[in-house]
């Protein structure tokens, strides 16, 4: 089975802090996405990438960046978090398509809190 | 319009009934159509994925694909309690080699005892 990894399930920080979001896969995927999830709002991607420190923004990459060091681990940055950044964050990860289409698979997902 | 669309709901169905939920996208050249399911506070699970026209059946779960209509449905046979959820609708967008998704905002589906 696919394992997508989220480093937290849940997050408390302060408007202003740098906050880093952590996601490992390992099922040696090339691609990977980070959403967020507001209600009413669905799924929106932020950014996403195909190998490694490859990226590409997504529908909503303003006030976030992204880093994808090695292969297995896509890390989703708030530069300076703000209280509109509350949300519910997604990793998920797939194969390239030279595998054919293939769906994404999620992590648990991290509820993070700006205060 | 949006990409994909679906009626957010609630849809009510007894425990046993058939339970049959609809997405449509606006994208023509769309290859790849998934649904998954969201329980409350949880992440969104992988169920069905369909790429021809036609249906493909899982268990107790159909989906059905239609790409001249621009419609997609998954049908769930015999509904369980267990089943109540949010149902996502997926689809990929044309033209980008690295499948991005679009989402639809999914579906609640209510099952009763």
């Known amino acids: 089975d696919v394992k997508v990894t989220q480093s937290s399930r849940y997050l408390v920080k302060r408007t202003g802090e740098k906050v880093f979001l952590e996601c490992v896969q390992d099922?040696?995927?090339?691609?990977m996405f980070w959403y967020r999830q507001d209600p009413g709002l669905g799924l929106r991607l932020i950014y996403f990438?195909?190998?490694?420190?490859?990226?590409e923004k997504g529908d909503i990459p303003e006030g976030y960046s992204v880093s994808r060091e090695k292969k297995e681990r896509f890390s989703l940055i708030l530069e300076s978090a703000s209280t509109n950044q509350t949300s519910m964050y997604l990793c998920?990860?797939?194969?390239?398509?030279?595998?054919?289409?293939?769906?994404?698979?999620f992590g648990d997902g991290t509820r993070l809190s700006i205060l | 319009q949006k990409e994909v669309e679906q009626n957010s709901g609630p849809l009510s169905v007894p425990e046993g009934a058939i339970a049959s939920l609809n997405c449509t996208y606006s994208?023509?050249?769309?290859?790849?159509f998934f649904w998954y399911r969201q329980y409350s506070g949880k992440s969104p699970e992988l169920i069905m994925s369909?790429?021809?026209?036609g249906d493909k059946e899982d268990g107790r779960f159909t989906a059905q694909l239609n790409k001249a209509s621009q419609y997609v449905s998954l049908l769930i046979r015999d509904s369980q309690p267990s089943d109540s959820a949010t149902y996502l609708c997926a689809v990929n967008r044309d033209g980008t080699g690295f499948q991005k998704l679009v989402f639809g905002t999914g579906t609640r589906l209510l099952v009763s005892p």
């Open positions: 990438s195909y190998d490694v420190k490859m990226k």
């Open positions: 369909i790429y021809s026209n």
């Open positions: 998920a990860s797939s194969p390239s398509p030279d595998r054919g289409y293939q769906p994404q698979h």
């Open positions: 994208d023509r050249g769309s290859q790849s």
């Open positions: 099922m040696d995927h090339e691609n």
